[in-house]
């Protein structure tokens, strides 16, 4: 498997335009868009740093994931997603090193990603999330 870089932080929020404020008017990183996932029932918003970037995470229903972290661990950083070169590669490796993940096959993910997410119980308590893009 080839991690090429961080792909993104995501970051559980409960006000997708509250929070924007303060990281556009105060760090001064501009969001280069949204984009509802209805399959994860998240609203994202982008916003760029470097070569990688922070997406804000917004339940647009009151059972979706995002939803359920918040309820259960308050905002704040939900995944590290790690760019892969090749999505079912990296999935059928993680398995073969005894990995425990979430989704056995990739799905999509917001901006146009492959995407799977390995379980927090077989990586520290930290949810992985491989994610394969052009770019």
């Known amino acids: 498997m080839n991690v090429k870089k961080v792909d ?3 970051i559980a929020v409960k006000n997708l ?3 924007l404020k303060f990281y556009q008017d105060i760090l001064g990183l501009e969001c280069a868009g949204t984009e509802v996932v209805e399959e994860q029932k998240v609203k994202v918003a982008f916003l760029p740093v470097g070569d990688t970037e922070v997406e804000l995470l917004e339940s647009t229903e009151d059972d979706g994931p995002i939803a359920k972290f918040i309820e259960k661990k308050g905002e704040g950083i939900q995944h590290i997603a790690f760019r892969v070169d090749n999505i ?3 999935i059928e490796e993680m398995k073969t090193k005894g990995v425990r993940m979430i989704d056995e096959k990739p799905r999509y993910g917001a ?3 492959k995407i799977a ?4 119980k077989s990586t520290g308590g930290v949810l992985v999330e491989l994610s394969e893009r052009e770019g």
């Open 17 to 19: 335009d509250e929070t």
């Open 117 to 120: 997410f390995c379980h927090p």
């Open 111 to 113: 901006g146009g990603a």
């Open 8 to 10: 993104h932080i995501g």
């Open 88 to 90: 079912e590669e990296a």
